[in-house]
């Protein structure tokens, strides 16, 4: 078989058109036009899970859409991932300035104290 490359175990054998395969996946690579891409997973035999939404670099979206793994979300979905995405940034960014913060704490007692003046002894 020309381009193909075979793996043997013990129990069988696979063999894969791998000249095919990049070929298409490069044909995929081309159709997607943002440098990161949306996708929507699909439904897989060892376990994953349908509609999941995640972001991924061209040519890892191009190799999930090949495989059958996900696809392309829709502008709905899409649309409702970057407001997901932007919710929980202002999220992260307003725990993190929390954490920033600092507090000092004065004893109750003389209120000249308080403003740094000292009482005459």
């Given at each position: 078989?020309?381009?193909?490359?075979?793996?043997?175990?013990?129990?069988?054998?696979?063999?894969?058109?791998?000249?095919?395969?990049?070929?298409?996946?490069?044909?995929?690579?081309?159709?997607?036009?943002?440098?990161f891409i949306v996708l929507a997973?699909?439904?897989?035999?060892?376990?994953?899970?349908?509609?999941?939404?995640?972001?991924?670099?061209?040519?890892?979206?191009?190799?999930?859409?090949?495989?059958?793994?996900?696809?392309?979300?829709?502008?709905?979905?899409?649309?409702?991932?970057?407001?997901?995405?932007?919710?929980?940034?202002?999220?992260?960014?307003?725990?993190?300035?929390?954490?920033?913060?600092?507090?000092?704490?004065?004893?109750?007692?003389?209120?000249?104290?308080?403003?740094?003046?000292?009482?005459?002894?």
């Amino acid at each position: 078989m020309d381009g193909a490359a075979c793996v043997v175990w013990e129990i069988g054998s696979y063999c894969m058109n791998l000249r095919g395969y990049y070929q298409k996946l490069r044909e995929v690579e081309r159709s997607l036009v943002a440098p990161f891409i949306v996708l929507a997973s699909q439904e897989t035999p060892d376990g994953g899970r349908e509609g999941t939404l995640t972001e991924a670099p061209r040519l890892i979206a191009a190799k999930m859409i090949l495989e059958g793994r996900a696809l392309v979300a829709t502008e709905e979905q899409v649309r409702a991932f970057q407001e997901a995405k932007a919710e929980a940034k202002r999220v992260a960014d307003q725990e993190a300035a929390l954490s920033r913060m600092q507090v000092t704490i004065v004893p109750a007692g003389d209120p000249r104290a308080v403003r740094g003046v000292r009482p005459k002894e």
